[in-house]
């Protein structure tokens, strides 16, 4: 497909479970941010790859959360012994190459539908 | 400190009618601005941006935004709002401070458009 893809659409899990969340990114896109959007709020950052290498963490609310992007492409963001605080929807946008070069092009974020986790 | 807000939690407008939304920024400098929309159930959508020269910025779907620094703002306006623009806006900044820089998101208006 063209466009960011995420999976799944929709998780529902029991607070205390594992969970993981996928990003295919477009292809050929170096930079791929992870971003968290509580009920009413406007998406918070989690966390950049540029490439495999994450460049930016600073946004992962706690040790439970941890993301990776081992070839360079799909990426995988995993929390640990989810809380009710971590329901949200988890956006992930790609951009060919963040912030370098002409500017027009450089700063263009597309974004997947989203993954709603759901903690009971 | 660095942020952006958006005033307008909730706006209802008149289909056929004018719409501005209100983005206002806290920087010391010109910062990089966006507008994005998102629709239910989907990702968000760039409509415009700006990074210097003419105030007045073009998008796509009929928008517009213009950037005033006297104001720190950059309001996203639409001559006659459609029925199909129903949806939550969303105003973004980069506060570029050399190398990389993230995107900071307002916590977003959302339009109802009423027949």
């Known amino acids: 497909g063209a466009g960011v893809s995420q999976s799944p659409r929709y998780k529902v899990a029991k607070r205390g479970q594992d969970v993981a969340l996928r990003c295919d990114p477009i292809?050929?896109?170096?930079?791929l941010f992870w971003y968290q959007q509580a009920l009413g709020q406007g998406p918070e950052f989690l966390t950049y790859?540029?490439?495999?290498?994450?460049l930016d963490k600073s946004g992962l609310p706690s040790d439970r959360f941890f993301a990776e992007r081992p070839e360079g492409s799909v990426s995988t963001l995993k929390i640990q012994r989810t809380q009710q605080e971590d329901s949200a929807v988890y956006l992930c946008?790609?951009?060919?190459?963040w912030g370098t070069g002409d500017d027009r092009i450089s700063y263009e974020q597309y974004f997947g539908p989203g993954t709603r986790l759901t903690v009971t | 400190a660095q942020s952006v807000t958006q005033p307008d939690i909730h706006i209802t407008v008149s289909e056929g009618a004018s719409l501005e939304l209100r983005c206002n920024y806290s920087?010391?400098?010109?910062?990089?601005l966006f507008w994005y929309v998102q629709s239910p159930g989907q990702g968000l959508q760039l409509l415009l941006k700006y990074f210097s020269g003419d105030t007045l910025v073009q998008g796509i779907k009929g928008f517009e935004a213009e950037f005033k620094r006297s104001q720190s703002s950059f309001n996203l306006r639409k001559p006659s709002v459609h029925w199909s623009d129903a949806a939550e806006y969303f105003c973004a900044v980069v506060f570029p401070s050399g190398g990389y820089q993230k995107v900071t998101f307002g916590t977003g208006t959302k339009l109802q458009v009423i027949p």
């Open positions: 292809s050929g896109h170096v930079s």
């Open positions: 920087y010391g400098a010109t910062p990089y």
């Open positions: 946008a790609s951009s060919s190459m």
């Open positions: 790859f540029q490439n495999e290498a994450q």
